[in-house]
């Protein structure tokens, strides 16, 4: 529900990188794990919306998700999980550490520079 | 900002920009950037500058998240009759509409400012700044941020506040935590509010909700609340009382900055089937 904020946030940090390099975006990468809180289907569709009329209107959006895994510090193992459940599966343990699965990160941004070095704003924040 | 973006060039990075370094540009007019930087950090810094604001003043700040009716605005009108005269308490609450209940608080006696999020679902740190500008937290100890009834989106945004707590109605069904992971992971406390309707609903188990909040690897307490009766709001004035004192006396020592909230096992006032949890024997 609150991914069309999320795309709008991302949005404004691509054109802050876009608008010092006088570039436009061509592509997004993004990490987002399911303990993120954000659903990857929505981000998607949410994204032509918050893109449209900015540096990133067009641009593709691929996001990478990270499983979701714990480190049982009895074990010293780390090992791959459902989401809701957070035990270590060796040995039951539940005081165990998140080792990935809740990342909401602007991995990477292409930049295409433009032929023209038109000073002109690259749209809005 | 510019640390951010790789613009600002020193002797010490100066590499990454050179032919094959990670921001350099490619003969194409292509260029890649790494960024590595969370999604909500311009949320974030508000909420880190909420949070200076928050400790300028001494203000400890608790937000208060849950599905809508589980009790939230009712467990703040029983708090402040319980505190009010001992304890300065104010209330930021967020809804779709309606001053019901910012009105209902005021009622109380208390400051209470209320944010309506139109049709957002979820309270930011930028909101909370602007509630901020409508508040004085002079003569302020505790300030409740009572979040929109949601256990999705809230939890994905930091507003400054110290604690987070979630309450969990018992009509709700006994397995909000394990269809809630990131809600209930992100919480210090899960207060199980509306107790007193145990008995007439058998079906929710207070210990199937504690196995499936242990299985979100959180050491949270859970609280049994009714706010009805002095003896059913003692556990949550017991915890805060708690989180009080030792925010005092971070404050005291210049350290809020360094506060947790305290979530010793002591106060987990129901147990988990623990032999879910008992390690079997390691056959490697």
Known sequence: MHELSVCQALVEQAELIARERQASVTRLILQIGPLSGVESELLRR??????????CEGAALEILAAPVTVYCPDCMVT???????????????????????????????????????????TGQR | MCDTCGCNITPGNKHLVEAGGKFSHSASG??????????????????????????????????????????????LEATVRALGGKLGIAVIEGDLETENDAQRLRECGIPAVQITTG??????????HQALH???????????????????CPASFDLGQHINVALLSVPEGDDKP????????????VLLSKTDLLQVLPEFSPQRAETALRSLASEAPLLNVNVRSAEGLQPWLDWLGEQIAVFKSA???????HFRPVTGQAHVLTHPHLSQFTPRENDG
């Not at chain 2, 049709?119 to 909370?128: E, F, I, T």
Request: proline share 3%; with cysteine; net charge negative.
């Open chain 2, 251 to 257: 404050r005291e020592t210049g350290a809020m900055g």
């Open chain 2, 134 to 152: 409508q508040m004085s937290l002079d003569n302020i100890d505790v300030l409740f941020i009572e979040n929109v009834g949601n256990l999705v």
């Open chain 1, 46 to 55: 949410a994204f032509p919306l918050a893109s449209a009329g900015t540096c």
């Open chain 1, 79 to 121: 090992s791959e999980v459902a989401a809701n459940k957070l035990l270590c599966p060796e040995c039951g343990n539940w005081r165990t550490s998140l080792a990935s699965g809740d990342e909401m990160v602007l991995q990477t941004v292409e930049l295409e520079t433009r032929a023209a070095n038109g000073n002109e704003s």
């Open chain 2, 119 to 128: 049709s957002a679902c979820h309270l930011d740190a930028h909101m909370v």
């Open chain 2, 30 to 75: 292509h260029e890649s950037v790494e960024v590595l930087q969370n999604l909500l950090s311009e949320n974030d810094h508000q909420a880190d500058h909420n949070r200076e604001h928050f400790h300028r003043h001494g203000v400890l700040v608790i937000n208060l998240m849950s599905s809508p009716g589980a009790g939230k605005t009712s467990l």
């Open chain 2, 178 to 189: 394990a269809k809630y992971p990131v809600m209930f992971r992100a919480v210090d406390a």
